[in-house]
């Protein structure tokens, strides 16, 4: 499938994935908007034109800041819009020709990327992070002290999603500043507070709930992907030593709560089909509330992370979205089990996707032995040069992006999921 847009062979944003993400422009206010190659369709800009009249939905819908209202309205309808624009950016149909051709519409109507400044894609009423790659469970196991018992996950891991509720205010697009948290920990085996000294990033994907449920009816695992409106990169930034004081008896708070960081685009489950794979085999047989009929139910997606320093970027290590227990559908299907209601915009992540070799660890905890075997990255230069970390500097950025998906090469972008740690004042 080929576009007339200008240079979208040199992206990840092809006609086959259109993301959705929430931008504005110079002389254009926060509006609704699609990644095609180096631009940004301006769903808007069409939905005044009248050009969505045909699929029977409300125009004020595509004119939105936010995507909830739009996410709301279920697959059937997004699966339409998106048939429709792929018409308009194809070379080889008449729907393509009436935007190709005029002119003074194209220009109105395409954005150039470099010039927007993307924004929050949802209005973000709950966040739930799950618990899902049984290689962080046990990498993270063996760095406990003693005489806490065992390396292995624990046997609930593998009956059921683990997870716990987040906090959807301090979630932030790609770009926003992560300011260090304050916190307590423990010096010397005493109480101290102050400035956290084991900032540490999380490789993880998550997704947007589009449809919701009426509180007190479950969605059956068969049914939930049909609830996703689309998928992200997701950083859940961890304050180590906060999280390891408080963590005991109870679990995530201030170590997890100041700053959750998600790329710009939305990527729909349907750009994603190729990628499809099956998740991290169970030794366990699940109930009937979490089975699923088809085997491939998760998707190979690697994340490179690199960190930024003096405008030099070190590579650090590659997650994959595959090194997961559990499926989207499965988190949801668990999640509304007892009734609870998910509304449009709410984002359910994995959990730290960490994989079973040395170069898959999602994270500085796991990758550094918690700060004892420092992680060296290395620049992709020719002269190879090295930074060593044990824990994340104020003046690092961190970036996620996909790496390559496939032997078609980089066909998925979700955009940068980056963030810059800055001091306290």
Same mark, same amino acid.
């Given at each position: 499938?080929?576009?007339?847009?200008?240079?979208?062979?040199?992206?990840?944003?092809?006609?086959?994935?259109?993301?959705?993400?929430?931008?504005?422009?110079?002389?254009?206010?926060?509006?609704?908007?699609?990644?095609?190659?180096?631009?940004?369709?301006?769903?808007?800009?069409?939905?005044?034109? *009248?050009?969505?009249?045909?699929?029977?939905?409300?125009?004020?819908?595509?004119?939105?800041?936010?995507?909830?209202?739009?996410?709301? +309205?279920?697959?059937?309808?997004?699966?339409?819009?998106?048939?429709?624009?792929?018409?308009? +950016?194809?070379?080889?149909?008449?729907?393509?020709?009436?935007?190709?051709?005029?002119?003074?519409?194209?220009?109105?109507?395409?954005?150039?990327?470099?010039?927007?400044?993307?924004?929050?894609?949802?209005?973000?009423?709950?966040?739930?992070?799950?618990?899902?790659?049984?290689?962080?469970?046990?990498?993270?196991?063996?760095?406990?002290?003693?005489?806490?018992?065992?390396?292995?996950?624990?046997?609930?891991?593998?009956?059921?999603?683990? *997870?716990?509720?987040?906090?959807?205010?301090?979630?932030?697009?790609?770009?926003?500043?992560?300011?260090?948290?304050?916190?307590?920990?423990?010096?010397?085996?005493?109480?101290?507070?102050?400035?956290?000294?084991?900032?540490?990033?999380?490789?993880?994907?998550?997704?947007?709930? *589009?449809?919701?449920?009426?509180?007190?009816?479950?969605?059956?695992?068969?049914?939930?992907?049909?609830?996703?409106?689309?998928?992200?990169?997701?950083?859940?930034? !961890?304050?180590?030593?906060?999280?390891?004081?408080?963590?005991?008896?109870?679990?995530?708070?201030?170590?997890?709560?100041?700053?959750?960081?998600?790329?710009?685009?939305?990527?729909?489950?349907?750009?994603?089909?190729?990628?499809?794979?099956?998740?991290?085999?169970?030794?366990?047989?699940?109930?009937?509330?979490?089975?699923?009929?088809?085997?491939?139910?998760?998707?190979?997606?690697?994340?490179?992370?690199?960190?930024?320093?003096? !405008?030099?970027?070190?590579?650090?290590?590659?997650?994959?979205?595959?090194?997961?227990?559990?499926?989207?559908?499965?988190?949801?299907?668990?999640?509304?089990?007892?009734?609870?209601?998910? #509304? !449009?915009?709410?984002?359910?992540?994995?959990?730290? +996707?960490?994989?079973?070799?040395? !170069?898959?660890?999602?994270?500085?905890?796991?990758?550094?032995?918690?700060?004892?075997?420092?992680?060296?990255?290395?620049? +992709?230069?020719?002269? #190879?040069?090295?930074?060593?970390?044990?824990?994340?500097?104020?003046?690092?950025?961190? #970036?996620?992006?996909?790496?390559?998906?496939?032997?078609?090469?980089?066909?998925?972008?979700?955009?940068?999921?980056?963030?810059?740690?800055?001091?306290?004042?």
């Amino acid at each position: 499938m080929d576009t007339w847009v200008e240079d979208h062979h040199q992206s990840g944003f092809s006609v086959q994935n259109l993301p959705y993400g929430i931008f504005s422009a110079p002389e254009r206010d926060r509006r609704i908007g699609v990644a095609i190659g180096r631009h940004i369709l301006d769903l808007k800009v069409l939905a005044e034109k *009248g050009t969505f009249a045909a699929l029977d939905i409300d125009k004020t819908t595509l004119e939105e800041q936010t995507l909830n209202r739009y996410a709301a +309205l279920g697959q059937g309808v997004h699966r339409k819009v998106r048939a429709f624009l792929q018409s308009i +950016l194809r070379a080889d149909t008449s729907l393509g020709r009436f935007l190709r051709d005029d002119a003074a519409l194209k220009k109105e109507a395409l954005v150039p990327r470099q010039k927007a400044e993307m924004h929050l894609p949802f209005d973000i009423g709950d966040y739930t992070d799950f618990f899902t790659s049984p290689y962080h469970a046990q990498n993270v196991g063996a760095l406990r002290p003693r005489p806490l018992p065992g390396t292995q996950p624990p046997e609930s891991m593998y009956n059921m999603p683990l *997870g716990y509720h987040g906090r959807s205010s301090s979630v932030v697009v790609s770009g926003t500043p992560v300011r260090r948290p304050r916190g307590q920990f423990l010096v010397n085996e005493a109480p101290a507070f102050g400035p956290s000294q084991k900032l540490d990033f999380e490789v993880e994907f998550a997704a947007f709930i *589009g449809k919701g449920n009426e509180h007190g009816i479950a969605i059956p695992v068969v049914e939930a992907e049909e609830h996703i409106f689309g998928v992200v990169l997701m950083n859940d930034w !961890s304050a180590r030593d906060i999280q390891s004081t408080e963590a005991t008896p109870l679990g995530p708070f201030n170590g997890k709560n100041f700053c959750t960081t998600i790329s710009p685009w939305v990527v729909p489950l349907d750009a994603l089909e190729l990628l499809r794979t099956k998740p991290v085999p169970s030794h366990t047989s699940l109930l009937p509330y979490l089975q699923e009929a088809r085997k491939d139910t998760v998707y190979d997606i690697p994340i490179d992370v690199f960190l930024e320093l003096d !405008s030099q970027e070190y590579h650090l290590v590659q997650g994959n979205t595959k090194n997961i227990l559990f499926s989207f559908a499965q988190m949801i299907a668990h999640h509304t089990a007892g009734g609870c209601p998910l #509304k !449009s915009g709410d984002l359910i992540g994995t959990g730290t +996707l960490s994989g079973s070799t040395p !170069s898959e660890l999602g994270c500085l905890l796991e990758a550094t032995r918690n700060g004892s075997q420092p992680l060296e990255g290395s620049t +992709l230069d020719v002269h #190879k040069r090295k930074i060593s970390r044990a824990w994340l500097e104020d003046g690092d950025v961190i #970036k996620f992006r996909v790496g390559n998906t496939g032997s078609n090469g980089r066909h998925v972008d979700f955009g940068c999921c980056e963030g810059k740690v800055v001091p306290q004042p």
